[in-house]
C-alpha cells in the first residue's frame, strides 16, 4: 500500500483530514520526509506504527514488505535494524532524506537487558557533528529506543525540532518548557516553550540508550 493510499482510506475511517503533519508524528520523521514518500509503497513497519498511531488495522503483503515488523531474534543475539540515511545531529540539525533499513546489528540479549530496551522500537542511527563531544563524536552508533519518550532529566534524546533531527540532553522546566542541551560548551542550551508554541514542531524520537564507535 502507498502512502497517499493509505492517507485516503484513513480519512474515509476517520471521517476528518489526516494532514502529512499527522502522518510525519506517527511515523517519527519530519513532514518534509513525510511528503517524499507519499507515492512510495509503505514498508510493514511503517504500517504498523500507522495503525497504532490513528488504532486502525490495516494489512500488507508481507512478501513485498521491505522489512519485518520485529528484529529477528535468536536464542543469544537480537537483531537490531540499522537505518544508514539517518543521522542525528549534534550541531545544526539534519534532515531525515531515507529511514530505509540498510543493514542489521546484532546484540546479546544479555546486553538488550542491561540496556533496558524494547527491541521491537529499537533502531540504529549515526550521530554527525560535534555538539555533544566529548560524550558522543559524529560518526558514532547510537540505539534509539522509540518507547521511550517521556523526559528524564539529563538523559540523551533524539528529537526532532522544526524538521530536524538532533541528539540533545533534555530537561524538563514546569509546567510546559524543555531546556535543550549540548554536552560542547561551545554550543548554547536552549528553551522550547511548548505552550507558547501551537504549531511548532517538535517531538522526542526516542531515547538514546547506548552510543559506540569503531576506533580510527
Avoid at 519530519?30 to 488495522?57: G, P
Avoid at 542550551?189 to 569503531?214: C, H, K, M, P, Y
Wanted: aromatic content about 10%; glycine content about 6%.
Amino acid at each position: 500500500m502507498k502512502l497517499y493510499k493509505f492517507i485516503e482510506e484513513i480519512t474515509g475511517q476517520l471521517k476528518r483530514k489526516v494532514s502529512y503533519t499527522d502522518i510525519a508524528a506517527a511515523l517519527d520523521v519530519s513532514r518534509q520526509y513525510a511528503n517524499q514518500i507519499k507515492n512510495k509503497e509503505l514498508t510493514q513497519k511503517q504500517l504498523q506504527k500507522l495503525n497504532e498511531y490513528f488504532k486502525c488495522n490495516f494489512n500488507i503483503d508481507l512478501a513485498n514488505a521491505k522489512r519485518q515488523t520485529a528484529p529477528a531474534v535468536t536464542d543469544d543475539c537480537i537483531s537490531i535494524p540499522v537505518l544508514g540515511g539517518v543521522a542525528a545531529s549534534m550541531g545544526y540539525g539534519v534532515t531525515v532524506y531515507n529511514e530505509e533499513q540498510t543493514a542489521s546489528y546484532s546484540i546479546s540479549k544479555k546486553l538488550a537487558n542491561d540496556l533496558d530496551i524494547n527491541p521491537r522500537r529499537t533502531e540504529m542511527i549515526f550521530a554527525q557533528g560535534d555538539s555533544m563531544l566529548p560524550t558522543i563524536e559524529g560518526g558514532d552508533s547510537l540505539l534509539i529506543d522509540h518507547s521511550r519518550r517521556e523526559i528524564y532529566d539529563g538523559k540523551i534524546y533524539c528529537v526532532r525540532i522544526e524538521g530536524q533531527l538532533y541528539a540533545k540532553r533534555l530537561q524538563k522546566i514546569p509546567p510546559n518548557t524543555i531546556r535543550v542541551v549540548s554536552d560542547n560548551d561551545k554550543y548554547r542550551s536552549f528553551e522550547i516553550d511548548l505552550s507558547q508554541e501551537i504549531n511548532f514542531d517538535f517531538a522526542v524520537i526516542g531515547e538514546v540508550r547506548w552510543w559506540g564507535r569503531v576506533a580510527r
